[in-house]
């Protein structure tokens, strides 16, 4: 049985989202990651960039995270990153 399979439709589903933003080969954080933890983020009621921010570097180093994205280490955006 596969683990965690509604979660991973739901970055598949968010991985068909255009990514619009510049320097596409230098982007190192893929949006439908980065938007797979806001999502989560704002569930567990972290509604201000700061907090978002706060909840995804405290998560970076969750073994399910690392697990639906399907890599050993993820990378988090600065806040000022996130923010943009």
């Excluded at 509604?6 to 949006?31: F, Q």
Aim: hydrophobic share 40%.
């Amino acid at each position: 049985m596969k683990r965690y399979t509604k979660a991973k439709t739901l970055l598949e589903s968010l991985m068909t989202i255009p990514d619009y933003r510049v320097d596409i080969g230098k982007v190192e954080y893929p949006l439908a990651e980065v938007l797979f933890m806001v999502i989560f983020a704002l569930l567990k009621g972290n509604t201000t960039f700061k907090e978002i921010f706060g909840w995804m570097i405290y998560n970076k180093d969750n073994p399910v995270l690392k697990e639906i994205f399907e890599k050993d280490e993820v990378k988090m955006p600065s806040k000022s990153t996130l923010h943009n």
